[in-house]
């Protein structure tokens, strides 16, 4: 072989490489479950409503489930009797899966308003959505970046791993 023809075939197999890799690092669809608030006689619960998210492994779907979390239902579902508890403004700053949880961190704007309801309404909203996936069973809320004891006026704890009841909560 020619130096030319060592060049061209670096050349294609490069390209080979380069798209291989493109191919594999691709953003995927997945289904994912984001839960919003829905009335049930004189209490409340969480009920899932189904997205399809593109992202690449469980923490980015997570992260783009729960960003839209927090833009609230679509119209047509609240025109379908869902709300959500989550404060406008509330923003998600970083998401990441270690050991088994979710470390969700937002925006202090989650502590704003709301009475007791509420503040339960929210939390269920971000445990049910952040841990719909088996590898991840539990998740760990952080607010502006820190740990806290508990969350908002109402003192919802918030200072250990949370998970999924054993049954859907009523609030």
Same mark, same amino acid.
């Given at each position: 072989?020619?130096?030319?023809?060592?060049?061209?075939?670096?050349?294609?197999?490069?390209?080979?490489?380069?798209?291989?890799?493109?191919?594999?690092?691709?953003?995927?669809?997945?289904?994912?479950?984001?839960?919003?608030?829905?009335?049930?006689?004189?209490?409340?619960?969480?009920?899932?409503?189904?997205? /399809?998210?593109?992202? #690449? %492994? $469980?923490?980015?779907?997570? *992260?783009?489930?729960?960003?839209?979390? !927090?833009? &609230?239902? /679509?119209?047509?579902? #609240? %025109? $379908?009797?869902?709300?959500? *508890?989550?404060?406008?403004?509330?923003? !998600?700053? &970083?998401?990441?899966?270690?050991?088994?949880?979710?470390?969700?961190?937002?925006?202090?704007?989650?502590?704003?308003?709301?009475?007791?309801?509420?503040?339960?309404?929210?939390?269920?909203?971000?445990?049910?959505?952040?841990?719909?996936?088996?590898?991840?069973?539990?998740?760990?809320?952080?607010?502006?970046?820190?740990?806290?004891?508990?969350?908002?006026?109402?003192?919802?704890?918030?200072?250990?791993?949370?998970?999924?009841?054993?049954?859907?909560?009523?609030?």
């Amino acid at each position: 072989m020619t130096g030319k023809q060592i060049r061209i075939l670096a050349a294609i197999v490069l390209v080979a490489v380069l798209l291989g890799t493109l191919w594999w690092l691709r953003p995927t669809e997945a289904r994912v479950s984001v839960y919003f608030i829905r009335a049930q006689g004189s209490s409340s619960t969480v009920q899932d409503v189904p997205r /399809t998210m593109r992202g #690449r %492994g $469980a923490a980015a779907l997570l *992260a783009a489930a729960v960003r839209e979390l !927090l833009a &609230g239902p /679509t119209p047509a579902e #609240r %025109g $379908a009797g869902l709300v959500t *508890a989550i404060p406008a403004g509330t923003r !998600l700053r &970083g998401l990441r899966i270690a050991d088994g949880v979710v470390m969700v961190d937002l925006s202090g704007e989650i502590e704003s308003g709301g009475g007791s309801s509420s503040m339960l309404g929210r939390l269920w909203q971000i445990v049910y959505t952040a841990t719909q996936f088996p590898q991840a069973p539990r998740v760990r809320i952080l607010v502006d970046g820190q740990t806290r004891e508990s969350m908002g006026g109402e003192g919802v704890v918030i200072d250990h791993p949370l998970a999924r009841p054993a049954s859907s909560p009523l609030f």
